[in-house]
């Protein structure tokens, strides 16, 4: 039995390890793990180890944030109707409930719009800004927008004074609007561009305070603990694919803690159906149960329920919405496994599997699913993945990447034959006629050879460090919870112990294997998602593993979760 992935171990820096754990107290194997996450400096270590909200940057360093606090401030004065145009998914719900619960809080008129993901799509549309024309005089969008210059005049013909906010790549021409709040624009003096869509809002939430401020607005008004919203922007951050670093480490470290307290009706109902009350939540708790039934709704056209969820101040309407998601999110799963299979087949029957990307496209495919299944496929696959849905004479899709491609520059270079397309490096969205599936096909795997090369890539798993059992102590695991929450851009620490006694195995949950290791005098348990057909398993192994603590008859414990293993090399 031979490893499934290639180790790629991080450089050995005895003596820079040894420095970092004098300097800030901890043990080398943590001190080698935060070398590896490119961190050597004190300065930024210590901002690392210690992300506290006063390390925030200011909100001023947004361009135009003056000029979308003016008028906001403006509405206020006069009354207005202000509109939030959202997105469908997490980040975008995120976002627009915080928009909607800060403006309210001010004493604004605040209406809200999710658009429909299966008969709308992504972004602004025509049709929804001539409804909310009739009814409003300002409409900030969150988590969308940088794309829709010609959406954006439409608005502007119509009446309606539009402010922007996005995180998503900015287009050479930007859609005319009051503001633009988007850290990614070129001429944008704030220092860190990668907040998720909710970390914008929250900022322009923070300006528009500051603002009020200034002026006295708050003399005789309470004013807006904005701290009290961090468990949505934790959510929104988490969800999407945006690095753990920075800015976002800050507001994710933060608001996990506001999360696992939230008096939100809506979090606390979300929190019971996942069965989370009363308990802390890690960041894996928000990725893969809280976060995918918010998405469930938007993926099955019902945005507006889990908008609803995180808007509602009725504890009996969040249980019921939250119990509804709950099925949604059921549902959702079923249609995955379809299309994982329906996949598969085209793999195989068409001969796909040795493309340098997979383009594949089902009619009966639900567009609101593609993207998951698409992930799915990157990961076991190895290589881009673009999945397509052909109804009504269009064709949708939704395309995920891995590490080495940047899939916005790819489509950006395939742009001919796509109607729409929009995203970033990791996930991306775009629209084609069907007949150019094929010359889409065959550009977008032109693309990726030319980027990747024609040589088959085995995965690479990234080693932290090799380690015997008797280094992962309690010692270890106080300090390895420091460096938490991990994700993109922090990702999990990965271990080595190499020559391990594999003492037991048994299969837990019909599908997952448990192991009992021995190494140095020490033995631990480790789990193996998925791997039951492994047993038994016996011998002498080199086992790679992330280390976690799995909160457990009311403690953290630790457990490691087996990542690759293969017989022990002599």
């Not at 206020?76 to 997490?90: H, S, W």
């Not at 549309?125 to 969150?142: F, G, K, N």
């Not at 998602?529 to 799995?550: E, I, K, M, W």
């Amino acid at each position: 039995m031979r490893r499934r992935q290639r180790w790629r171990p991080y450089p050995s820096q005895p003596e820079l390890v040894r420095d970092v754990s004098r300097r800030h107290q901890v043990p080398e194997l943590v001190a080698q793990i935060l070398l590896n996450r490119g961190l050597a400096q004190a300065g930024e270590i210590d901002s690392f180890l210690d992300p506290s909200l006063n390390r925030l940057l200011p909100p001023g360093g947004l361009q135009d944030l003056p000029s979308a606090a003016a008028r906001l401030v403006q509405a206020l004065e006069k009354g207005e109707t202000i509109a939030i145009y959202g997105d469908y998914d997490v980040d975008g719900l995120t976002a627009t409930a915080l928009l909607r619960h800060f403006l309210e809080s001010l004493g604004a008129a605040v209406i809200s719009y999710i658009p429909n993901r299966l008969n709308q799509g992504y972004g602004l549309h025509e049709s929804a800004l001539s409804e909310l024309a009739r009814r409003a005089q300002v409409v900030v969008t969150v988590d969308c927008g940088i794309s829709n210059a010609s959406e954006a005049r439409v608005a502007r013909d119509l009446g309606l004074d539009v402010i922007i906010t996005d995180h998503h790549e900015v287009p050479a021409t930007l859609p005319p609007a009051i503001a633009i709040l988007n850290p990614k624009r070129p001429d944008c003096g704030y220092a860190f561009k990668e907040l998720a869509g909710v970390g914008v809002a929250l900022n322009l939430a923070l300006g528009l305070r500051a603002y009020l401020r200034e002026m006295g607005w708050f003399a005789r008004r309470p004013e807006p603990n904005l701290k009290a919203y961090l468990d949505l922007v934790a959510l929104g951050t988490a969800a999407d694919v945006v690095p753990l670093a920075g800015v976002n480490r800050i507001l994710v470290s933060q608001g996990l803690k506001v999360l696992a307290k939230s008096r939100r009706p809506g979090i606390e109902a979300l929190k019971a159906v996942t069965h989370l009350e009363d308990r802390p939540v890690s960041l894996r708790e928000v990725v893969f149960r809280l976060a995918p039934r918010l998405n469930a709704a938007g993926r099955m056209g019902q945005a507006q329920a889990a908008l609803e969820l995180l808007l509602t101040e009725d504890r009996d309407k969040a249980r019921l919405l939250a119990g509804a998601l709950d099925r949604l999110n059921r549902e959702r799963q079923s249609l995955e496994a379809k299309i994982i299979r329906d996949a598969e087949t085209q793999i195989l029957q068409q001969g796909f599997g040795n493309r340098p990307a997979l383009v594949l496209a089902g009619e009966d495919w639900h567009p609101g699913v593609i993207g998951i299944v698409a992930a799915k496929l990157a990961e076991r696959f190895f290589r881009p993945v673009a999945l397509l849905t052909l109804k009504n004479g269009v064709g949708r899709g939704s395309a995920r990447s891995v590490e080495a491609f940047d899939l916005y520059k790819g489509l950006t270079s395939c742009q001919e034959h796509l109607l729409q397309f929009g995203g970033h490096a990791a996930a991306a969205g775009f629209t084609l006629a069907p007949d150019r599936v094929g010359d889409f096909r065959q550009a977008f795997e032109a693309t990726v050879l030319q980027e990747l090369g024609s040589e088959p890539k085995r995965p690479e798993l990234a080693v932290d460090a090799v380690v015997t059992l008797a280094e992962l102590d309690d010692e270890f695991f106080f300090h390895l919870d420091r460096l938490r929450p991990f994700g993109q851009g922090n990702p999990e620490p990965v271990l080595a112990c190499l020559s391990a006694q594999l003492v037991d195995s048994w299969v837990v949950g019909e599908k997952h294997l448990k192991l009992k290791l021995a190494s140095e005098g020490r033995i631990m348990t480790a789990i193996a998602f998925d791997q039951a057909s492994l047993h038994p398993l016996r011998g002498c192994y080199d086992v790679a593993f992330g280390t976690r603590l799995n909160f457990f008859q009311g403690r953290n414990q630790p457990e490691l979760r087996v990542l690759d293993l293969g017989k022990a090399v002599s």
